[in-house]
């Protein structure tokens, strides 16, 4: 392998990397909404 083909193939797994912690975030962020949301409807119809 050439040194250019070595730094695309690194290149692209730091960017795939990057995206999967960035959907790891999404996915935890998206999951503390739904229990804030589920939360806020469960008093609002308990009362």
Do not use: E
């Not at 050439?2 to 990397?17: E, F, G, I, P, Y």
């Not at 990057?18 to 589920?38: E, H, S």
Request: hydrophobic share 55%.
């Amino acid at each position: 392998m050439n040194t250019k083909h070595k730094v695309k193939l690194k290149a692209r797994d730091a960017r795939q990397a990057r995206q999967a912690k960035r959907v790891v975030n999404g996915i935890f962020i998206g999951l503390i909404l739904l229990m804030v949301v589920i939360l806020i409807c469960y008093y609002v119809l308990a009362s």
